[in-house]
């Protein structure tokens, strides 16, 4: 049987072009930089759940409607359960969202610096979108959006803390977007929130059009068990679920339903960690400043850097030599950036050091391509 070819495609997967997840590489000895994950292993009481589970048995379908995980998230956010929507992963629950309130006619707003994924769910659907320019800071401008969004949208999109960026926004500058317009959903997803930036689950009560996307991947260290989830006013949650049951009834497993539950009612474990990236992200960002690099303020797990005589995709190709991944993006604005996730201390430390070999050699060659100075 020969494979397909294109000519089998529709017209619209054939003019996709797919999000490009960070590098999954298996090399000895590797630091792994590249993707955000949690340098921390999760909590040991979502691993014992997640073991009670399998013991339970895996014959029967989930609780399609993972009651049980609704309810723990529900509880750590003084919400109702009717408040909760879970899927396979955050970017699931955002492609849902996508379908769900986004098919209109006017164009939906989003940065242009931002998250990839969402330019894709666009392409996906056939919405219109209309990428709105950050400023030179390379952070979100709430005016031009708000004022953009006042003259009729399909809605707002954005990531806070940005993605890449880390630049995260307080909860009276998403109000703003709020109230710019009303009859349509701003979506704020909140992937990495959990790293120092303010919440918009506090306006949830106040404004029917807020949908605030959280993912259990970086501050719960649960990458590899895909959990993410959804809180709005009951019917945008309606919503999303009308869409889910069209598409796939049991989005969760067994065991990423009772994982994530654990994971969530852990508190003390939570914040032990996450306090430990914050720490750590601190420390990376002045590392990087000694070493000339240009780091932009962030509240995630990760941070954004630059070195203004350095080509960033050269000091990327370099560290991977070395047996390190960051992660560079060959998109414009952001082309001489580097992301680098903040890891353990022995894995920013092993980072920093490459670095230093490579700006070193950099120099020496540079200092031998000069030559000495004649008479």
Not at 44 to 63: F, K
Not at 200 to 229: C, D, E, M, Q
Not at 260 to 286: N, P, Q, S
Not at 287 to 293: M, P, V, Y
Request: proline share 7%.
């Amino acid at each position: 049987m020969t494979n397909p070819t294109p000519s089998f495609w529709s017209p619209r997967a054939a003019a996709l072009e797919p999000y490009v997840p960070g590098e999954q590489p298996r090399i000895t000895g590797l630091v792994k930089l590249n993707t955000n994950e949690n340098p921390y292993p999760p909590s040991p009481r979502a691993i014992d759940a997640i073991m009670q589970a399998v013991e339970q048995g895996l014959e029967r379908y989930p609780d399609p409607e993972s009651t049980a995980l609704r309810a723990a998230i529900a509880r750590r956010h003084g919400l109702d359960s009717a408040q909760v929507f879970v899927g396979n992963g955050s970017d699931e629950v955002l492609a849902l969202a996508f379908y769900a309130f986004f098919q209109q006619s006017a164009p939906l707003l989003f940065p242009d610096v931002t998250y990839s994924f969402y330019r894709v769910y666009t392409q996906l659907y056939g919405i219109q979108a209309e990428l709105q320019p950050v400023n030179e800071a390379l952070a979100i401008d709430v005016d031009a959006l708000a004022a953009r969004a006042n003259r009729g949208c399909a809605g707002i999109v954005l990531a806070n803390p940005n993605a890449p960026t880390g630049i995260a926004l307080p909860c009276a500058r998403i109000e703003a977007l709020l109230r710019a317009c009303p009859q349509r959903v701003v979506l704020v997803d909140e992937a990495y929130v959990d790293f120092g930036a303010e919440s918009a689950i506090g306006l949830i009560a106040r404004y029917p059009n807020l949908l605030v996307v959280h993912t259990l991947s970086k501050s719960r260290a649960l990458a590899g068990l895909r959990v993410g989830f959804a809180l709005g006013q009951a019917p945008l949650i309606e919503g999303l679920a009308r869409v889910k049951n069209s598409f796939n009834s049991y989005p969760l497993d067994r065991l990423a339903q009772a994982g994530a539950a654990a994971a969530i009612e852990d508190r003390a474990w939570f914040e032990k960690t996450r306090a430990a990236v914050i720490d750590t992200r601190e420390g990376l960002t002045l590392q990087l400043e000694d070493l000339g690099f240009e780091v932009l303020p962030s509240q995630a797990n990760f941070v954004f850097a630059r070195h203004p005589r350095r080509d960033a995709a050269e000091l990327a190709a370099a560290l991977r030599e070395r047996a390190v991944l960051v992660r560079h993006f060959r998109q414009p604005r952001v082309a001489q950036y580097l992301r680098i996730s903040v890891g353990t201390r022995e894995q920013c430390s092993a980072l920093i050091d490459a670095l230093k070999e490579i700006l070193r050699t950099c120099l020496r060659s540079e200092m031998a391509h000069v030559g000495p100075k004649s008479g």
